[in-house]
């Protein structure tokens, strides 16, 4: 399965909603990964992918996304 199949998977189960990704463009993500926005089915996702050995990296990254939404879900708009 290629990474944007995976990664198209990976959207349907978290979002209940399927997602066939139809197009790919790299957009500026900063020097440690690739980032692209991957389209398809009126849904837009923007996506970073990197080594598998950077895991932790994407795991750390992920809890700080919650807490963000948290306060966000909280009528907060500023990150602290």
């Known amino acids: 399965m290629s990474l944007r199949n995976a990664v198209a998977r990976a959207i349907t189960q978290t979002t209940g909603k399927v ?31 990197n080594d598998a050995a950077r895991l932790g990296m994407f795991e ?5 996304h919650k807490v963000i939404e948290t306060l966000v879900g909280h009528g907060r708009r500023e990150c602290v």
Request: net charge positive; glycine share 12%.
């Open 19 to 49: 997602f066939r990704a139809t197009e790919r463009r790299s957009v500026h993500g900063g020097d440690i990964n690739i980032a692209e926005i991957l389209e398809g089915d009126g849904q837009r996702y923007f996506v970073k992918s």
């Open 60 to 64: 750390a990254l992920s809890r700080v």
